[in-house]
């Protein structure tokens, strides 16, 4: 991540610093004619010596001003970038944190949801079981029953037969 915002810094100044090429090399010259005026209006109580040097060699501190000037434009530019790249990873790294929040919670509302299905459905499934298991005995109870007609209606149909063969028999 770090070195990929450097990667990204760097290469933003560079087009920063070609984009405003113009206005830097203009700024830099301003600010150059800025900072000898401001060190003359300084210094006027300065000695004899540097008084002079200064204005015997005003060729060789513009160089040195306007490529301290443009060393100082880039890295202002660097650090802008940078920080509008951090300011950047930080709103992207928001977003993804309150979206995840948002996840969670629809998460657990639907986990919550979702459990109180279950707890209905295992209510259902034991009153279902409870009904099954009381049909179930229903059902055995009613077959016992069923059971003895059957041997009871099997006894008088015996009955029934002996008594007609005994009729058939002596009527002959």
Known sequence: MISFLRHESDA?????AILAGETA?????????????????DAPEADGISAAAGEAAPGNAAPA??????????????????????ESAAATLEADITAALEEQAELQAGAGSAA??????????????????????????SMRRIGGYVAVTAV?????????????????
């Not at 933003?12 to 920063?16: L, S």
């Not at 700024?27 to 150059?32: H, L």
């Not at 008088?156 to 002959?172: G, Y």
């Open 12 to 16: 933003t100044a560079e087009r920063d």
């Open 25 to 41: 090399s203009d700024t830099t010259a301003a600010g150059a004619t800025a900072t000898r005026t401001a060190r003359a209006e």
């Open 65 to 86: 001003a306007s490529q301290f000037a443009a060393q100082a434009m880039r890295a202002a530019a660097i650090s802008v970038a940078t920080l509008e790249r951090i």
């Open 116 to 141: 109180e299905n279950a707890v209905r459905a295992a209510q259902t499934a034991w009153t279902a079981a409870g009904t099954a298991e009381e049909a179930s005995r229903q059902a055995r109870t």
């Open 156 to 172: 008088l149909v015996a009955v029934q037969l002996i008594i007609t063969l005994l009729f058939a028999i002596s009527a002959r």
